[in-house]
């Protein structure tokens, strides 16, 4: 699976959409691009997933270049609740095979009032 | 509906000593997996299986073993602890299988092993 670049922490004013970015320049044609967060520790939570087109869900949106080298994952009104530490990761589905996923240490966002 | 549940939520081993953290699952998911987390670090992958009655190692499987004792239960064994398996456990599942595909995974709370 394609490694995944983001930076270490990022801050947001509650209300404001929260930006997170990620790199995948060596992302393959099957491989998507899926986000988990992980509030305090609990289990870390699904957000979102893609391939090449821009996804929205109740959670976030999802909006990957054309290249598909890079993604962000927008919070369009980020509450104190959004406080977590979320994952990019890129891996390929295959049918019938477990999903494994692989971590990095992904982006601390704190939303500060 | 419970998701994926784990117990114990915590436990505290001498050097030396066994345990046995559960999982169980009630979405009738194919696959499940064990990760740990040690601090400041991302989820690393232990062991997993893909279906019943087959298990595989991740990225960290030395010092435990695994059981897939049937479709929801998955057990992480730890047969001789160490102070460098101390860390959070994490157990996952998810479907993998039928259309639409669906391999977003779900995460139980936690076991917080400190061994000392």
């Known amino acids: 699976d394609a490694k995944t670049t983001q930076p270490p922490s990022m801050d947001c004013a509650e209300g404001r959409a929260a930006n997170l970015p990620c790199n995948h320049s060596?992302?393959?044609?099957?491989?998507?691009v899926y986000w988990y967060r992980q509030i305090h520790s609990q289990g870390p939570q699904y957000i979102i997933h893609?391939?090449?087109n821009n996804e929205t869900n109740e959670m976030a949106s999802l909006i990957i270049t054309e290249d598909r080298k890079s993604s962000t994952l927008i919070l369009p009104h980020a509450t104190l609740r959004d406080t977590a530490v979320y994952y990019c990761?890129?891996?390929?589905?295959?049918?019938?095979?477990?999903?494994?996923?692989?971590f990095g240490t992904g982006t601390r966002l704190q939303v500060t009032l | 509906n419970a998701g994926v549940t784990q117990t114990p939520k915590f436990q505290v081993l001498k050097t030396g000593q066994s345990m046995t953290l559960q999982c169980a699952q009630d979405?009738?998911?194919?696959?499940m997996y064990w990760y740990r987390q040690d601090p400041g670090m991302g989820l690393r992958l232990i062991y997993y299986?893909?279906?019943?009655?087959?298990?595989d190692k991740g990225e960290v499987p030395n010092g435990y073993n695994v059981s897939r004792l049937n479709k929801r239960e998955f057990s992480l064994r730890l047969e001789s602890a160490a102070p460098s398996q101390t860390s959070v456990y994490f157990c996952?599942?998810?479907?993998?299988?039928?259309?639409?595909?669906?391999?977003?995974?779900?995460f139980g709370q936690g076991t917080r092993l400190t061994v000392v």
């Open positions: 996952a599942s998810s479907r993998d299988r039928g259309l639409p595909m669906n391999t977003e995974a779900f």
């Open positions: 060596t992302i393959s044609g099957n491989e998507y």
């Open positions: 893609g391939l090449k």
């Open positions: 990761i890129v891996r390929a589905i295959n049918t019938g095979t477990a999903s494994k996923l692989t």
């Open positions: 979405m009738n998911h194919n696959s």
């Open positions: 299986s893909a279906s019943e009655g087959t298990t």
